[in-house]
């Protein structure tokens, strides 16, 4: 038993009341937090245009050199914005891209060509943004083939005929 002092009464809780009262205090904190959490998370809503009123008043104040009238956001665009073109390899191309990956090496494209392609267009976007610099290039390639076998990818030669086949099958005009 507990004794609890309060000014003017005294309460004498039971080790089960106790609990179920600490008990009770986490559920609320934790309801608490959760709501916060999912407040914080949802995206906040743009704010209205403001509209501006067309009546020509005379009587109406001149307005100040500091307020312009406000202009609407541009809007939001539902879509990435894509920094390189985005390749529109046909089928034929993307399946001789993975036949020339598999030609290097078969462990390149490991029972996945969808993932291989996917790792290719993102190299070829890296190759519209960076054309000029092959060591990055390379290295990228590098980074993004790899496999089970390979997890740090299959060396320098080996990216630069990947580099090679991107180029060639799925952004040629790059």
């Known amino acids: ?102 030609a290097i090496d078969r462990d390149i494209v490991h029972g996945k060509p969808a993932k291989a392609l996917d790792r290719g267009r993102n190299q070829c976007q890296s190759v519209a943004q960076t054309p000029g610099d092959e060591a990055r290039l390379l290295r990228l390639a590098e980074q993004r083939f790899t496999s089970p076998d390979h997890p740090q990818g299959f060396g320098p030669d080996t990216a630069k005929r990947i580099l090679t086949a991107v180029r060639t099958h799925l952004c040629p005009a790059a």
């Open 1 to 102: 038993m507990i004794s609890v002092d309060m000014p003017g009464m005294t309460r004498t809780l039971s080790s089960n009341r106790l609990l179920l009262v600490a008990l009770g205090a986490v559920v609320v904190i934790t309801l608490v937090v959760f709501g916060i959490v999912r407040l914080a998370a949802q995206p906040t809503p743009e704010p209205a245009p403001v509209a501006q009123s067309t009546s020509t008043s005379t009587s109406a104040a001149p307005a100040s050199p500091m307020s312009a009238p406000a202009t609407p956001p541009p809007p939001a665009t539902t879509q990435p914005v894509s920094l390189a073109a985005p390749t529109t390899a046909s089928a034929a191309a993307e399946q001789a891209f993975i036949n020339a990956l598999s």
